[in-house]
Structure formats: C-alpha cells, structure tokens
C-alpha cells in the first residue's frame, strides 16, 4: 500500500506557482521522501528527493514540515509543459530491501 | 548524459506468444530496476539488481516472467507465455545506488506491451 496521499488533481494558471501537497503521517524517520513526475506516454521524470530539511534545486522546491507528516512540492513558475502527473513517494526498507511506493499520483493542468 | 534506452517502445502480440524487452541504462549506474505500470497508478517493482545479481525478485511473477543482466550493464526482461493480463507498460530504471543509498532512479519511456 502507498504510503502517501495526495489530491487526485489540480489546476494552475501558466505563471504562477504550484503547490503539490502530500501526506505520509506514517512516515519512518530514515525514510526519504523523493517527487516524480510522468508525462503522457514518457518514462516518470526525477525531480527532488529530501530526508528532514527543505530542499531546492533547478525544477522545484521541496518543503517538508517539521514533523515530517506532510511534504508540498512548489513549482515557482508554472509553464504548460509542466503540465502531467506528480508523485510524491516515500522509499521504504523491507527485509533489507528498500522500494519506492508509488501510489496515483497528482494530475496537475496547468492553464493558459 | 544519456538516458536509459528501452526498446521496443511499442509491441503487440497475441497472448500465449513470448515477448522481450531490453534495457540500457546509465552508463555507470550498477543498479537496475524493471517495473510494470498499469494504467492510471504508479509503477510497480518487478526485480531490482545490483551489477549482475537480483537482489530483489520478490515481486516478480516466477512462473511466467524471467529477467537477466548477464555482464551487469544491458537487462533483458521475458515474458513467457503472454496473458491478456500482462498489457501494461514496461519500465526500466537504473540509478548509482548499493543498497541504503538514496540515489535517485532515472527512468526510460518504456515498453507499452498490448496483449490481444
């Protein structure tokens, strides 16, 4: 089971900033939390990963709070191309195997 | 740098037949992931290996699906025989990480697979 819930979808206008939230109250403290995204009919696409302390890098932002619960991914300047489905993830370890939980993910549109 | 490649990226074929799909992933990168993705959710792991020995198989369906990355850089992935069940998208990932590293994976476009 994904270990992660987030909005099934969200719109943004072109411009702006996006904010993508993500809950993992069940969240272990030596567990990352890493963000993807896939665009239509591509492979899903790296974009920042972080343990305690925000995070910053060419594509996003990532904000986690305090407690580690809740995670927003901020896209500053939201452009079309932007435009597919986010995951937020956590990696988990398993009888010393570690996996990436993809749940479904956020459809984020952004609009003209 | 280049991306990892994975062909073909379409293949249709009638069920019961055998089908197969190559990797090639980052060079330098000696772990490898296969994942199958249905429509609408999230991948799924199928096997991860680490140069050439998988190390995490659990999720892969033995009795049908087998996968192999002989010199521990290019993975082919078989699926023998297809059942309709099995149309869904391939995806192969690599990344630079041994075990508890948190390296990030980078992915191919994939093999979309339509069973008829």
């Known amino acids: 089971d994904a270990k992660t819930t987030q909005p099934p979808s969200m719109d943004c206008a072109e411009g702006r900033a996006a904010n993508l939230p993500c809950n993992h109250s069940?969240?272990?403290?030596?567990?990352?939390v890493y963000w993807y995204r896939q665009i239509h009919s591509q492979g899903p696409q790296y974009i920042i990963h972080?343990?305690?302390?925000?995070e910053t890098n060419e594509m996003a932002s990532l904000i986690i709070t305090e407690d580690r619960k809740s995670s927003t991914l901020i896209l500053p300047h939201a452009t079309l191309r932007d435009t597919a489905v986010y995951y937020c993830i956590v990696r988990v370890v398993m009888d010393s195997n570690y996996q990436l939980i993809w749940g479904a993910g956020t459809k984020l549109i952004i609009k003209p | 740098e280049a991306g990892v490649v994975q062909s073909p990226r379409y293949k249709i074929i009638e069920k019961k037949q055998p089908v197969a799909f190559w990797c090639n992933p980052i060079s330098g990168h000696n772990t490898l992931y296969w994942y199958l993705q249905n429509l609408g959710q999230g991948p799924e792991l199928l096997i991860r290996?680490?140069?050439?020995?998988?190390?995490?198989d659990s999720q892969l369906p033995k009795d049908r699906f087998s996968a192999e990355r002989l010199k521990g850089v290019d993975s082919t992935l078989k699926i023998q025989p297809a059942e309709l069940g099995d149309s869904a998208v391939y995806l192969c990932?690599?990344?630079?990480?041994?075990?508890?590293?948190?390296?990030?994976?980078?992915f191919g476009d994939g093999t979309r697979l339509s069973i008829l």
């Open positions: 972080g343990l305690k302390n925000n």
């Open positions: 069940t969240i272990s403290g030596n567990e990352y």
């Open positions: 990932a690599s990344s630079l990480a041994a075990v508890g590293s948190n390296q990030p994976q980078h």
């Open positions: 290996y680490e140069n050439e020995e998988a190390v995490d």
